[in-house]
């Protein structure tokens, strides 16, 4: 009798004893959660944070997200700035534009890179047929946005400045109809508009990419007030985000499956771009170069009255990141 009450208590304390603790994550989501709202976008780019809603480890890390769901960047940067949300995911020329302007923001991480996002889609009924053949022509961008930087470096590869084509002004959704109307001969833009112009357009469509022009950084940026005084939400959030980072790794179809489901945006489009971009949560030099290099840009063509370069590194946060993934971390300070 007594070997066998013995040896129920092995077998009880081998099997308590095989039970690993419960994450970090677990313990934050048993806890009341703090609300917060994510302004971020549509596009590719802003892939981490669809599959962390998705998945659930914002919720795992205690935060309750109040997703602010924005067409491109600048406008998700500017719901942070006006108080409408605590974090935004933003390509670094509007930021590099609201440092200009003066408004105290921190990048906290980079969730995306790319060198084959952006592109200049023409018409060749327009008398396009290589990339030189834009001079004259009439080119839509969005102000204050990688559109805007990449159009600029596009012509400066093909020995061109913005005064030799005629600039038109748009917003991403007003691109196609511009296009179709014959009232652009072509437009510098992004995915998924980008491909989804080619993919209507068909033979009425060419589009030039340079990889080696262009490093596009998409990246979470927050009110340097709200991170020095939430860091513990800024952690949890960044967690959330890593998770994400190793779930796209590891179940690619899984995350397009994901993705598609939450912006409705047709699977065939999504697997088409995937491999455009590279989804890690990490802080290195090419941010910071990428912003000072646009900010000479910005200088150049006076579209800032600021004539001294400012320090990135002040509006960069590396001390949360670097709490909980040391080495994402490569940034020199």
Not at 108 to 122: D, R, Y
Not at 206 to 223: G, K, S
Not at 273 to 296: G, K, M, P
Not at 297 to 316: F, V
């Amino acid at each position: 009798m007594w070997r066998k009450f013995l040896a129920i208590c092995c077998a009880f304390a081998l099997t308590a004893c095989d039970k690993t603790p419960l994450p970090a994550a677990d313990t934050a989501g048993s806890a009341v959660r703090q609300k917060i709202t994510v302004a971020f976008t549509g596009q590719p780019q802003s892939t981490l944070v669809h599959i962390a809603l998705a998945r659930g480890y914002f919720l795992k890390e205690g935060l309750d997200v109040q997703p602010l769901m924005l067409t491109f960047g600048r406008e998700a940067l500017q719901s942070v700035l006006d108080g409408k949300a605590d974090f935004a995911t933003v390509a670094e020329t509007p930021v590099m534009f609201s440092v200009l302007k003066g408004d105290r923001i921190f990048v906290i991480a980079n969730i995306e890179s790319s060198n084959m996002n952006n592109g200049v889609l023409a018409r060749p009924d327009a008398g396009i047929a290589r990339a030189a053949d834009v001079k004259g022509k009439r080119i839509g961008f969005t102000p204050g946005t990688t559109s805007d930087f990449f159009l600029d470096s596009f012509l400066t590869a093909q020995g061109l400045t913005r005064q030799e084509i005629a600039s038109v002004p748009l917003k991403p959704d007003e691109m196609q109809a511009a296009l179709l109307a014959g009232k652009v001969d072509a437009v510098s833009t992004w995915n998924y508009p980008l491909t989804q112009l080619r993919n209507q357009l068909g033979a009425k469509a060419i589009v030039f990419h340079d990889p080696q022009i262009y490093t596009e950084t998409f990246n979470i940026a927050a009110m340097q007030d709200f991170v020095r005084q939430n860091p513990q939400t800024v952690t949890r959030f960044l967690r959330a985000l890593i998770q994400a980072e190793d779930f796209v790794a590891r179940h690619p179809e899984q995350a397009q499956d994901i993705v598609t489901a939450a912006i409705k945006v047709d699977l065939a489009l999504i697997k088409e771009v995937w491999n455009a971009f590279s989804y890690h949560v990490s802080l290195d030099q090419t941010l910071l170069i990428t912003l000072e290099d646009e900010t000479r840009w910005a200088m150049k063509n006076k579209l800032t009255d600021k004539t001294a370069m400012p320090n990135y590194a002040d509006y960069i946060h590396v001390d949360s990141l670097m709490a909980v993934k040391p080495e994402a971390v490569k940034l020199k300070r």
